[in-house]
């Protein structure tokens, strides 16, 4: 498990970084996450790499600051009640928001209008949600409630089709 510490004055570069990064944000710029380290560098070299190339074209540009922490275990039980306290809240949202996909799919009015591309988004926060669960090995009581109403989503999609 890493813990990775990201700093940046522009908010695209911390959207990049959120990419790259993976895992579960804590706080804001700080990560908890089981990418290869060596992913992970390729990656943040990468993202260094095209931020100079702007200061070269440009005199100017975002600045970016990266640390990256290997965590013992005992570090990391310090943290899981933080990545756990995440995984619920990004859950719980999650679940309202199916809810009102469900709603969306059923209705009359709004059949296929746009449904799909939300639906897509929605599986694949869903994906995210439950690798990082895994990942973590934290299984909050919420998954279980996110996993059924994921299968009433799913059906649903399926008759949009």
């Known amino acids: ?3 990775v510490v990201v700093k940046s004055d522009s908010e695209e570069v ?8 993976g895992g579960v944000e804590l706080l804001p710029g700080l990560y908890l996450t089981w990418t290869p380290r060596e992913r992970l560098a390729k990656a943040v070299e ?3 790499r095209e931020i100079i190339k702007r200061w070269d074209a440009e005199g100017r540009g975002p600045t970016l600051e990266v640390a ?7 570090q990391y039980r310090e943290l899981r009640p933080m990545a756990r306290a995440v995984i619920e809240e990004a859950a719980e949202s999650l679940l309202a928001e199916m809810d009102r996909l469900l709603e969306a799919m059923r209705s009359d009015k709004r059949r296929g209008e746009g449904l ?4 897509r988004d929605v ?8 690798d990082a669960s895994m990942a973590l090995d934290i299984e909050p009581t919420v998954m279980g409630r996110l996993r059924e109403k994921w299968k ?10």
Do not use: F, H, I, N
Not at 14 to 21: H, I, K, L, P, S
Not at 116 to 119: A, E, K
Not at 152 to 161: H, T, Y
């Open 1 to 3: 498990m890493l813990l």
């Open 14 to 21: 911390m959207r990049r970084a959120r990419r790259a990064v």
């Open 46 to 48: 990468a993202l260094k």
């Open 68 to 74: 990256v922490l290997p965590l013992t275990e005992e």
């Open 116 to 119: 799909l591309g939300w639906y």
């Open 123 to 130: 599986a694949s926060r869903y994906q995210k949600l439950v």
């Open 152 to 161: 009433e989503v799913s059906l649903e999609a399926g008759r949009l089709r």
